[in-house]
């Protein structure tokens, strides 16, 4: 496991684009991983305005997002459907046909998580994997529980989870209960592992995950076992790990 911690929130997000761009342009095929939440949209940013100035093509990416809520409307603004398209697919020119988001919307829950499995060993896998870490340590919406060998699914969210991502929905609106979430075992696949951390709140998770026990009750402990994980932390992220031999 490798740790870079930066100054701030704009240094990490600055450091994932350059590793997400360089990815992108030396693989002809390229498969990303894509995540969102707060952390993300700035690394969008990044690599929107590279593509504006003619420095990056999408239209060779493939893109495999990690989780999306179930029982939201479509098209609602709280959903990551929107996110994605908002954030980043209207900017750049990533091809329709090749982007992917959790099918949380169908009922036959089961056959379509199975099918996004699918699609993603047909597009040859995940090459880079963007993540980002819950206060509790999820990935994706892996919740502590959750197996290292669990696959996309239908899950239910946490409390914490709940907690914390009510910020990101209007008061009218319900916080859903239960998402489609890439599994652990399927994020484990990817070549490489990218996880973003920012602010005071996820030092707890973060201390946990990379000095602590690998557990399924700390979801990303499991990347202590990845041959090719990166976590980029910002100073407060980084916290609690005394790391000032670890800087970049
Ligand atoms: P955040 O979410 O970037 O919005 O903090 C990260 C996560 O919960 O995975």
Known sequence: MR???????KAVCAA?????????????????????GGTMTGVYEILADKYRRGSLNFSHVTSFNLDEY???AQGHKCGYNYYMYHNFFRHINIREKNRHIPPASGKNSGD?????????????G????LLGIGTNGHIAFNEPGSSFCSRTRRVKLAEETLKSNSRYFPRCAKLPCYAVTMGIGTILEAGE???????NK????????????????????????????????????AGKLKTHNWKF
Do not use: N, W
């Open 112 to 124: 379509a998580c199975a099918a996004y499995e699918k699609k993603i060993r047909r597009a040859g």
């Open 16 to 36: 994932a684009a350059k590793r997400v761009a360089v990815f992108v342009e030396k693989d002809k095929r390229a498969v990303l991983g894509l995540a969102t």
């Open 193 to 199: 592992l990218l996880l973003l951390a920012c602010g």
């Open 3 to 9: 740790i870079i911690v930066l100054k701030d929130r």
């Open 70 to 72: 179930c029982g939201l």
């Open 202 to 237: 996820k030092a707890a998770a973060v201390e946990a995950a990379v000095k602590g026990p690998v557990t399924t009750d700390m979801p990303a402990s499991i990347l202590q076992l990845h041959p090719k994980a990166t976590l980029i932390l910002d100073r407060q992220a």
């Open 126 to 129: 995940i090459g880079l994997q």
